[in-house]
């Protein structure tokens, strides 16, 4: 295909859903007024996707993984380096990374807060951060960022690093920190490093002025880190080497932003996008619109508020988020619908009656000025069964978005 | 998911079907009055099914494995294992188990009668059994079974045994026992003692009581045993293990039996259940509803009557089979509908037409009282292929159940 178009993945986080009573038995989705859903639907391809695979229940980190492209099992690295990104960090293959947890401890490095009181000032995680990041153990360097409340991220780099360890953390207060082990051979140095750095960090957290501080006003001490989801930044090609496309990414949630910059994805921020369903839907799709007629091929755009809206058992605000989403989109293709192949998906089902993520397949629909239509006129979960692109998973949808858009090569001669 | 549910699996052995001019074109299925199938169809997702793969025709052995959830062709034990836990015996991971025959042989081994006659008293299974049961070669136990007629089961428990060895049964008369060879060079040892306990046995048998007798009567004598598809009991976890789940089977046959029990399932007898059109549906009815309200988290039912009826090619006793099965899974749903997720299948097509097992799809429905509704309104070949599950294969049909049950963890964060 010579006529190369922007692939764009348009996610409505926790989309999916069941049949509600207080919607007469229909999902919100199948509820909401959705003019420019039901029109692309009309004119393009719909399928419902098992985002990992059949009766399996996806996490946000894994589910994304896989709509990137990305087998969620095989390439998964665990928490910490999706984590890291997140925070605005960046691993490198081979580097382990770490979720953190400020604590205190006493003496004997007994867990008496495992999160050290939770709150503290941008001073605080300021000095608390310095004295943690640029830590040298051996020939390993560290990495660490403070981020939110008592949270943190944190990368080990250096040769022969890997996350096969047991947990540093008790999970209970009145018990000392644990002493790794390595959980497979090739991870003794790894386990010998981690010891002496929750020895090191103690070292050098409990002499530091927001201690004293803190003691002075009672709060808890800050005087210990705890690692947990460690991941390894494994050797999987990030988009740009894997497809030679430049993919963008814009979105809110530190998680999501993580998973993207993991496989080679540019952030382009966005001015009050947020979470939530007062974020700026109107920036979000002048950014999007931006992005597309500058020159990146696939642009990654994640509206969470659906999701939350879910979690919150709140029907009316997952149908406002995703009417929202639909006027969002509609302006984006007011604009730019000539220059796009577009994918319009949840990530995973979360009911608002169960108000967690479930095992129920999602609706997802591809739309271009060319695509060959289905008979499917409307966005919904009970519609896209009957789209012709049928049941397909998570993983595929990288492939179909990049193949219509002009990204994959012929396969032979 | 919090809301956790028992999964409950009823399989019409042999449902799936072609037109049948005497049914007016119909499908035996299609033909069936099934008030409650249809109920759940209207109310569920359903699904043509590729128990094992596409065009390929299932045994009853592999078609169940894949509906249990496992690999039916990486983990497929071969029959013995699965013949021997029907027969009674239980293998454990490691041991190599065979069917037997009683067969007759002359002094040279030459097989004169590879059934010994057929019939046997009880009094005859049991001297048999005796002699049999119990023999030492070398560090090798044997445990012997006589079941049915000349058949049996035959375990091999000791280290290092497998089952790649070549034939003892020279499949006809005139011919000797074959000397086994092993087909890789693990399996020497046991070439080496399935040789041995060829040449025992015969010692023992020739001289028991029953063959005296026999030799009175003009019967052939039961003087050696010819065994046939060996296999090893592998390390597959069992679904206990597997799935954190307690499950249970409520079948007649023992083949049935034998592969659910295999993968650790809990016998649960029914009076009168039996493998034919006579077998009680209202005691299985009532052991179904006792067996879910207990703390069973999986409950597989097995109705062997439409494949019985398909075998002997008669198409108005397959569909009274399948409509007193409706019948049943009405009254278990009236008591218990709000606990379960229920799927209702075939485990293969057995066309009337043909009176053997074929490769094409069977429909599979899911059903509970949350699940999001399709298009589909009955249970019929022809209607499944509009549902909204599409094409499964049968090892999706765990996953899928045991995800709306509860019973699968999310992947991922």
Redesign the interface.
């Known amino acids: 295909m010579s006529d190369k178009r922007t692939a764009v993945f348009v996610v409505l986080d926790g989309l999916g859903d069941?049949?509600l009573k207080e919607l007469g038995g229909k999902?919100p989705l199948d509820a909401a007024k959705t003019p420019t859903f039901d029109k692309l639907a009309t004119e393009g391809q719909s399928a419902?996707m098992n985002v990992?695979?059949?009766?399996?229940?996806?996490?946000?980190?894994?589910?994304h993984l896989a709509l990137f492209g990305y087998d969620?099992?095989a390439e998964?690295p665990g928490?910490g380096p999706l984590e890291a990104f997140g925070a605005g960090l960046e691993t490198k293959p081979g580097d382990v990374a770490f979720r953190s947890n400020f604590a205190t401890v006493d003496d004997n490095m007994v867990v008496l807060d495992r999160r050290a009181g939770r709150t503290f000032t941008p001073e605080e995680h300021a000095e608390l951060q310095a004295a943690l990041d640029g830590i040298e153990i051996d020939d390993v360097k560290v990495q660490f960022i403070a981020t939110v409340e008592h949270r943190g991220a944190l990368i080990l780099k250096g040769e022969g690093l890997y996350a096969e360890i047991s947990d540093v953390d008790p999970h209970e207060t009145g018990k000392k920190i644990l002493t790794v082990r390595a959980l497979k051979p090739e991870a003794e140095k790894t386990a010998k490093i981690v010891n002496e750095l929750i020895r090191v960090a103690h070292e050098r957290m409990r002499g530091l002025e927001t201690n004293k501080e803190r003691a002075k006003k009672g709060l808890p001490l800050a005087n210990a880190i705890l690692l947990r989801?460690p991941g390894r930044h494994s050797d999987v090609p990030p988009l740009p080497e894997r497809y030679g496309i430049k993919a963008a990414v814009i979105a809110g949630g530190a998680?999501y932003l993580g998973c993207a910059k993991y496989v080679g994805m540019e952030h382009i921020p966005v001015e009050g996008q947020t979470g939530t369903i007062d974020t700026n839907f109107d920036n979000i799709a002048m950014k999007t619109i931006e992005t597309i007629k500058a020159d990146y091929n696939y642009v990654f755009v994640h509206i969470k508020a659906p999701d939350n809206a879910s979690h919150d058992g709140n029907a009316k605000e997952k149908i406002l988020a995703i009417e929202r989403t639909d006027t969002m989109v509609g302006t984006i293709l007011d604009e730019v619908g000539d220059d796009v192949v577009i994918a319009i998906a949840g990530d995973h089902t979360t009911?608002v009656?169960?108000r967690?993520?479930?095992?129920?397949?999602v609706p997802i629909m591809f739309w271009s000025n060319f695509i060959r239509p289905d008979s499917v006129k409307r966005f919904s979960?009970?519609d896209a069964?009957?789209g012709a692109l049928?049941?397909i998973k998570g993983i595929d949808v990288m492939p179909i978005l990049l193949g219509y858009a002009g990204y994959i090569e012929k396969f032979g001669a």
Chains 1, 2 share one sequence.
């Open positions: 069941r049949p999902p419902l990992i695979g059949p009766g399996i229940t996806p996490g946000s980190d894994t589910a969620p099992i998964y928490r989801g998680l009911p009656s169960v967690e993520h479930a095992c129920d397949p979960e009970k069964a009957k049928h049941t």
